[in-house]
């Protein structure tokens, strides 16, 4: 059965770092996307990575944020430096290919 399982959300003060992942399972990856959702606020795109590495940001992330994949463990990442409050969210792993959602995984920023 396909899906995603994302992971490496938590609380991080202003200026901090995160790393999350997101683990497919029963399909390989293509093009993958990052999204989040703020409370009170629609679902936005964030981030894409191709099959062919062509990486795209939202303007809010750029700089600051990289998404990144390894094929051999089928899985994609979302590097966020230097994060902000207004980067809190729920970020959902996306498979763009197949249309499938992983979960979630909540980042908070705040001091």
């Known amino acids: 059965q396909a899906r995603l399982v994302e992971s490496g959300g938590g609380l991080v003060q202003p200026g901090g770092n995160l790393t999350l992942s997101c683990v497919a399972a029963g399909f390989s990856i293509e093009t993958m996307e990052w999204y989040r959702e703020a409370p009170g606020r629609e679902r936005e795109w964030v981030a894409r990575?191709?099959?062919?590495?062509?990486?795209t940001y939202r303007d809010s992330v750029k700089g600051r944020f990289t998404i990144f994949r390894n094929n051999a463990k089928n899985t994609v990442y979302l590097q966020m430096n230097n994060l902000k409050p207004e980067d809190s969210a729920v970020y959902y792993c996306?498979?763009?290919?197949?249309?499938?959602w992983g979960q979630g995984t909540r980042v908070t920023v705040s001091s």
């Open positions: 996306h498979a763009a290919t197949n249309n499938y």
């Open positions: 990575v191709t099959s062919r590495y062509t990486r």
